[in-house]
């Protein structure tokens, strides 16, 4: 096989995968490798997996099968993310197609394994080293208005169904000039709103350039002082971690965006138990209404299983309580996979396919009866949004509201452009409005 000159990078999963794809991108970039142009094969191909449910996990496989009787011949693939983390050299065992199996905190060692897979070596590389893989990147490139950063990694909380403690390992956070670098690095290039990123975000501690030790809190108010950056968002939150300081920045720093994704996963406390989640539906209820004390127009977003071992029709009765009772703007909601060496997966009492199916259907249903109500709410009002991409109509552009509400609008802004939009319609995913110009200054 010769070295590879193009790459393709396709990323499953979260936003931490995303941003890793870009790094990865970035890394190749930087070695003298061009991103294969759209429609044409790349002679790399990087599947950024996620091994969260089983269906996604399949997903990596059968890009693979479809890879290597590809039209143009096999290109080098290599298997990188939580599916390559949790399998392996199990995964050149399960296709001889694969020629590099790279964990998540292994990838800045990418240009290495091609070079040696290259020479026919397959390799496998799944450590994680205690060297920060960030530091052997290269600098951050041009990015959109809205860019990701990671800033932790890992999770300890063990929820018996989740794979993320095992592929990602234990909770580490990213040094605080590390991250406040990045972030000017970042809006140097073009960004304005980042989004910090963690499996569990608001764990994240730092020491500040005056030697204080604090949290999340401390370094969105550290960044909130960067000009040029609009809008501070951050994801996933676990409701054990989320102090005063955070909630009461909410209502202080205007930068920071009135939208948490706080995942509740059900509303019923035998199966949070079940699930050693730690909190209760009346803790996490109690917890909201402090946001909501602290900024009144926040908006909550979750995350729901249903199916997990041992649920009855009572238990999902109290799911669908807690969303009526919080109100949710959005949501993702799946249907529980047993995932190999979590306990839930050794648990009794499954659920039948069917009985997880209606579930689903029905949580959903609710789910976006409330995005429909949150996004009819703002029928009327003006609202500022960061233009992100063009539309389909000519002359349309779309941008994200505060919410992350996608808004639709003509006008002859530019991406990257923050301008303020009337809304005059809502579906349950989008919001469509018209421009409306500030007054001219007298
Ligand atoms: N089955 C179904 N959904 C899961 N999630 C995590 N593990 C599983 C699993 N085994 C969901 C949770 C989590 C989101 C990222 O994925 O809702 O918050
Ligand atoms: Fe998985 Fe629970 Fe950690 Fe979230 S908090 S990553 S669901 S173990």
Known sequence: MTHPKTFRIKSFGCQMNVYDGERMAELMADKGLAPAADGE?????????????????????????RLRTRDGGKPMI?????????????????????DIVVGPQAYHRLPELVAEAAQG???VDTDMPVLSKFDAMPARRKVGPSAFLTVQEGCDKFCTYCVVPYTRGAEVSRPWSDVVGEAEGLVEGGAREIT???QNVSAWRGIDEKGHEG????????LAKIDGLERIRYTTSHPADMDEGLIAA???????????????????????????????ADSYL?????????????????????????????????TLAIVDATRYASAYSFKYSARPGTPAAEMKGAVEQHVMDDRLQRLQARLSAHSLAFNRSKIGETLSILIDRKGKKPGQMIGKSPWLQSVFCETDASIGDLVEVEITEALPNSLGGRRVRPAAAA
């Open 41 to 65: 094969d790349a002679d790399l191909v990087v599947l950024n997996t996620c091994h969260i449910r089983e269906k996604a996990a399949e997903k990596a496989y059968s890009d693979v099968g």
């Open 78 to 98: 290599a298997l990188a993310g939580c599916v390559a983390q949790a399998e392996g050299a199990e995964a050149q065992r399960r296709s001889d197609a694969i």
């Open 121 to 123: 070596r397959r390799q």
């Open 196 to 198: 910090l990123l963690g």
């Open 215 to 222: 949290g999340l809190e401390l370094l969105i108010r550290r």
């Open 250 to 280: 909410h209502g202080e720093v205007d930068k920071l965006m009135p939208y948490l994704h706080l995942p509740v996963q059900s509303g019923s406390d035998r199966i949070l138990k079940a699930m050693n989640r730690s909190h209760t």
């Open 286 to 318: 109690a917890l909201i209404e402090r946001f909501r004390a602290a900024r009144p127009d926040m908006a909550i977003s979750g995350d729901f299983i249903v199916g997990f071992p041992g649920e009855t029709e009572e238990d999902f009765q109290q």
